[in-house]
């Protein structure tokens, strides 16, 4: 994964696009488009459509980038804006929008490229067993325990993202942790902080 836009080089660019600068816009794109992609193909596997969806949202914001607004996280605010167009957009294809987003959506946690850089077989084991371990959890466990120890987001952009209060996010975030404690080896948990180092 290229390294994340800084906080301040991507506000800048944030409001030469808002001044009308399309390559403002491409550049970034392109530095979250890997952060995007991710974040696309946890909510759904058909990677074409993910594909779509992040252009389409880039196409929207440029058409919107004369009443667009100021964004206080450029990331976190793309998250958002992705997860609901991929959502509206399945809603569409099944005609049963809601205007609210509820946890009625599949979300799923693998670690499938990053199993090809580890060669011993227990290690192996260990990480589809924390794969399914995580994948037990209710889905917006799932998501938060993604958007935190994946995408390094805050308790305030998570709350943004998946639209509830700074302190569901914490209580959320402590029920998903107790559950994966019950179910955690020591080993595991050390694979998984290796796992989110190289990301």
């Keep these: 994964m290229s390294s994340r836009l ?6 800048q660019l944030w409001q030469e696009y808002r001044s ?7 550049k970034i794109m392109q530095s979250y488009y890997s952060d995007l992609f991710h974040w696309g193909m946890r909510l759904h596997t058909d990677r074409d459509f993910v594909k779509d969806c992040i252009q389409e949202v880039f196409m ?43 946890d009625d959506y599949s979300f799923s946690v693998e670690f499938a490229a990053d199993i090809q850089l580890i060669e011993e077989e227990n290690e192996v084991y260990k990480i589809r ?5 995580i994948n037990n959890l209710p889905e917006r466990q799932k998501e938060l325990i993604y958007l935190r120890f994946y995408q390094d987001l805050s308790f305030e952009q998570i709350a943004d993202v998946m639209h509830l209060g700074r302190q569901s ?19 595991t948990i050390v694979i998984f902080l290796c796992l989110i180092e190289r990301v």
């Design 169 to 187: 996010v914490y209580n959320l975030l402590q029920k998903s942790l107790n559950s994966l404690r019950k179910n955690w080896t020591v080993n």
């Design 60 to 102: 929207n914001l440029w058409k919107l980038q004369k009443s667009i607004n100021s964004v206080d996280n450029v990331r976190s605010y793309l998250l958002v804006v992705l997860k609901t167009h991929i959502l509206r957009e399945l809603a569409n294809k099944h005609r049963s929008f809601k205007s609210t987003l509820s």
């Design 6 to 11: 800084p906080s301040q080089e991507a506000q």
């Design 20 to 26: 009308g600068d399309m390559y403002a816009l491409a």
């Design 129 to 133: 067993k924390l794969e399914h371990v």
